[in-house]
């Protein structure tokens, strides 16, 4: 999204990624691309309704949608916000034995005190990171003290595309190194 993630409103520019089981495919769309009238014949009239394309360009009713957005993951201790930007919009389809391609993250944290002391960790994995005890296991630990509400971190190591990479922001009690 070009707007706050905290913002609760649905813009026309936001993007929305969704998958398809039939064909294992990643598909990308915005939100003012999504609505259509009852007979599609607005935004959706060239949809296909074969396959592969239909899971490709899916059509909203305008008039009532249900949906649902993961925000957080599911841990037992207070976290921080944090919003992942990572440096190529467009990925290979290692499905279609393309390579994977390397990404780098910038990750913001957000909803800090100035003055004090953070941790974040990376995880690599889907089932690498823990739900309480963040503090083993983990790729990298970085500890910075906020200067502001918000802290914005590059990481230098890559990882693959093909991969998931998680990062997770605590409130640090251990000694701080200033980054």
């Known amino acids: 999204s070009n707007h706050e993630l905290s913002d609760a409103v649905v813009y026309d520019d936001d993007w929305l990624l969704h998958h398809s089981n039939q064909d294992l495919m990643p598909y990308y769309r915005t939100f003012g ?9 607005g935004n959706c009239q060239n949809a296909s ?19 649902m957005a993961a925000n957080s993951l ?22 279609q034995k393309q390579k994977p391609i390397e990404l780098h993250a910038t990750v913001t944290v957000r909803g800090l005190t100035a003055g004090q002391s953070y941790a974040l960790y990376r995880y690599t994995g889907y089932n690498s990171f823990p739900s309480q005890v963040f503090d083993h296991d ?42």
Not at 33 to 41: I, T, V, Y
Not at 56 to 66: R, S
Not at 74 to 95: A, C, G, N, Y
Request: hydrophobic share 35%; aromatic share 14%.
């Open 33 to 41: 691309s999504l609505e259509d009238g009852l007979h599609m014949d």
């Open 138 to 179: 983990y790729d990298r630990k970085v500890h910075f003290v906020a200067a502001d509400v918000e802290w914005t971190y590059k990481d230098a190591e890559p990882f693959l595309s093909d991969g998931a990479v998680y990062y997770i922001a605590v409130l640090d009690e251990a000694e701080t190194i200033q980054v």
């Open 74 to 95: 599911d841990t037992q201790v207070p976290t921080l916000p944090v919003h992942i930007d990572v440096d190529k919009q467009q990925e290979p389809d290692v499905r």
């Open 49 to 67: 309704t074969s396959y592969p394309n239909r899971e490709a360009y899916p059509c909203f009713y305008d008039q009532v949608t249900y949906g």
